[in-house]
DNA sequence: CCTACCGATCGGTAGG
DNA sequence: CCTACCGATCGGTAGG
């Protein structure tokens, strides 16, 4: 691995983003993350503000990634059943593009304070909307069989969500490959069809 | 609500599970369980050992309930896609007759030390070989389209292990209805076949 | 970026 | 189950 040049405070906030991810946000202290960049605690502080600035710049550096992947997919003007597939590759290739900040967006966000919560949890709804309308519009054009539309945007997320624990990027199997697998599961389920 | 006598390590229990759940355990301090309950935290002491003593029970409890379902879906001779069907029935059961323990059972299991870490995630992983040898008896006997075994069940209970966030005993749907449109999702998929 | 330090809080114990 | 308390550690600041 080449020695790869970046900013005290993009250190930082990637050490921090290992350490909350390995130990969860409440049970890493700045003295690890110091100890991990291998300077003094205090000297942190002439970086960042706080902890927290340092949470909030990984949860919201991600929902940001996952809005820019949203803005693609709905800036083409596909039919529902193909439009999911492409929700499902861009939203597995914003997870495997950084496995570490996204197991802390998924996980540690609730640690954020009022007003930043409430910012999160209403982008999070926002995402949320964005495949739940993919989903009712092929429902209404008769493309998709779905009882409850909440139900199964739900588990359709979290079908995906998991993948910062399995995916490794010297893996066999590239994003896109995972991702199509995912959406031949999501779209065609698990019963062959003969 | 009527009051439930319940002996007060129970009680703790409970009260531990409700708060490690909301607060996470790393966050949730002695001081605040003792105050939920009433009591001082140094009272605690008398009832258990020490806060991973608490961490323990539940986790445990939680990997005992899986398997009790699992137990019970085996002893019954079918075939791979009622199997299926059945497991993942049993699976939301578990989930939804206590959210709380299941959400800490999810989450705060890292929190665990050795060895009775190794020994949880080693419960974990049977748990998923369980799933797995659903999936891969169901695709040797032809009724199963499947390219990655291990994503297939990982993805499957990862779009249920969700549950416990969504569910309200006092909602509408019950957990059988759940299970029922979960599985349809699973083996089905949201392509509608005309 | 460091030394020195702050008040607050932590899990847990002693002794009743 | 309480009072009183332990040493350790926390996030963060002052001042250089």
């Keep these: 691995m080449a020695e790869i040049i970046t900013d005290r405070k993009s250190q930082i906030t ?52 996952f809005f820019r992947a949203r803005d693609q997919v709905q800036s083409l003007q596909l039919a529902p059943p193909v439009q999911l597939r492409l929700a499902i590759e861009k939203h597995v290739e914003v997870i495997t593009n950084d496995v570490n900040a996204s197991a802390v967006f998924q996980h540690e966000w609730r640690y954020l304070s009022e007003p930043d919560l409430s910012v999160f949890k209403s982008m999070r709804g926002e995402y949320e909307a964005y495949f739940m309308d993919i989903l009712s519009r092929g429902k209404a054009a008769g ?21 910062y624990d399995w995916y490794r990027p010297e893996g066999r199997l590239q994003p896109h490959e995972i991702a199509a697998q995912l959406s031949e599961q999501v779209l065609n389920g698990l019963i062959k069809k003969s």
């Design 14 to 65: 990637e050490k921090a983003t290992r350490l909350f991810r390995e130990r969860g946000y409440a049970a890493t202290s700045m003295r690890d993350l110091a100890a991990a960049i291998g300077i003094e605690a205090a000297s942190l502080y002439s970086h960042l503000r706080s902890k927290e600035e340092l949470l909030n710049r990984i949860c919201f550096g991600m929902a940001e990634s």
């Design 143 to 163: 493309h998709f069989q779905i009882e409850n539309e909440k139900l199964a945007v739900l588990s359709l997320l979290s079908a995906l969500n998991w993948l």
